[in-house]
């Protein structure tokens, strides 16, 4: 149910753009949203033809309920590059650098997204409650910088002359795991 209400907080108010990245909510969420009596929906005709949420007093109170609940479990990050570092024995070190290069340019991206986000909150001291969630998202994106500097500086694995084939690696350690139980 935390989707919903995540969803429908977004839908409802205009979040910065760091906060929209984890609160994305779909045209088809918004309209199940006000199918389910949460959300009005104004289009415009001509233009942009932008569409305004608001919240319905159903939605205002579910939205309610929702901020006042307190939240069971803590950050959870889907990192793909982290899953991927669990392949660095088949891999070699070229290609885990590669790929912390990449992630390097990506949290440098963001941190620079966040900087934006930081000034026009200078500018719209009305939002500033808004712009609470900056900080985290900061310390996370740099805490993930740091990790990523790391690996290029020192990566892991082993390198392209001493790499084996998985194939390989079987049968190396299937003989040696035979050798063993000869002797």
């Not at 694995?157 to 079987?170: H, I, K, V, W």
């Amino acid at each position: 149910m935390w989707v919903d209400q995540a969803e429908l907080f977004a839908a409802t108010v205009s979040v910065p753009a760091a906060a929209a990245t984890c609160l994305a909510v779909s045209d088809a969420e918004t309209a199940r949203l006000a199918e389910e009596g949460l959300l009005t929906v104004e289009a415009e005709s001509d233009g942009r033809r932008r569409r305004t949420y608001a919240l319905t007093p159903l939605g205002r109170r579910r939205l309610d309920a929702w901020l006042g609940d307190p939240v069971a479990d803590g950050i959870e990050i889907r990192d793909e590059a982290e899953l991927k570092l669990l392949g660095t024995e088949l891999s070699d070190r070229e290609q885990v650098r590669a790929l912390a290069e990449h992630q390097i340019a990506l949290y440098r991206a963001r941190l620079a997204e966040l900087d934006a986000i930081d000034a026009n909150s200078v500018r719209r001291p009305e939002r500033a409650l808004r712009y609470l969630g900056v900080p985290l998202g900061r310390a996370v994106f740099s805490a993930a910088l740091e990790f990523w500097e790391s690996i290029a500086a020192d990566p892991p694995g082993p390198s392209p002359s001493d790499q084996q084939t998985p194939a390989s690696t079987l049968a190396a350690s299937t003989n040696a795991s035979t050798d063993h139980q000869r002797s």
